[in-house]
Each structure stands twice: as structure tokens, then as C-alpha cells.
């Protein structure tokens, strides 16, 4: 079984940072792209970051400058520095990936959501 796990979600004050992690676990044959997406109370969930496997990345306008994604292929792992805290960063951030597993087909999974609060 494939599962996704993110970390280091927590309080933040504007201007300052966080760094979240997110690792996949399991039955795994290859990873394709690994991204964040964030999702606010009554919104759709909107993609921040994305990184592929050759290290070509995606940001959101909201974020450009001031987040950058980041991949360990051998761990399987996906980072989400985030530098210059906006309030509106307020979200629960939720990893994603494309995973080939072992047995079965490839599709996208999600980690449980990581709660990120920004306080002006």
C-alpha cells in the first residue's frame, strides 16, 4: 500500500518561514511528478508547486519568489520552503504524486493535509 505523509505544518508569523516535507511509503515501482497544493475553507484546492522528475518546476503567481519545491528521488521525499509568509498562505497543504506502485497502475495519491496558519 502507498501512502503519502507531510510534515512540518504549524504557526507561522508573516515574513517568516516554514519548510514542509511530505514522504511516500510503500509498494513503490517510480515516482513521476510530486507537487503541494493548498486548500482554504470553502475553495477548491489550488495547486502551489509541482517539480517533475527532471526537476522542471511549476508556482503558482501567489507564491513565485517567494516558495520553491524541492525532490529527493532517492527518499521519495517533496519539500516546500516557504520564505516571506503571507496571512493569505493560511491553508492546509496537501502533498501529491503520481506513483507507478508495484502492483497495479499508475495514479495520483495525496497525503493527509497538513494544517499552515500564518499570523499577521
Known amino acids: 500500500q502507498v501512502q503519502l505523509v507531510e510534515s512540518g505544518g504549524g504557526l507561522g508569523q508573516a515574513g517568516g518561514s516554514l519548510r514542509l516535507s511530505c514522504v511516500a511509503s510503500g509498494r513503490i515501482q517510480r515516482i513521476s511528478a510530486m507537487a503541494w497544493y493548498r486548500q482554504v475553507p470553502g475553495k477548491e484546492r489550488d495547486l502551489v508547486a509541482s517539480m517533475t522528475t527532471s526537476g522542471d518546476t511549476t508556482y503558482s503567481d501567489s507564491v513565485k519568489g517567494r516558495f520553491t519545491i524541492s525532490r529527493d528521488n532517492a527518499l521519495n521525499t517533496v519539500h516546500l520552503q516557504m520564505n516571506s509568509l503571507k496571512p493569505e498562505d493560511t491553508a492546509v497543504y496537501y502533498c501529491?504524486?503520481?506513483?507507478?506502485?508495484?502492483?497495479?497502475?499508475?495514479?495520483?495519491?495525496w497525503g493527509q493535509g497538513t494544517q499552515v496558519t500564518v499570523s499577521s
Open positions: 501529491n504524486a503520481g506513483i507507478f506502485p508495484l502492483a497495479g497502475t499508475w495514479r495520483g495519491y
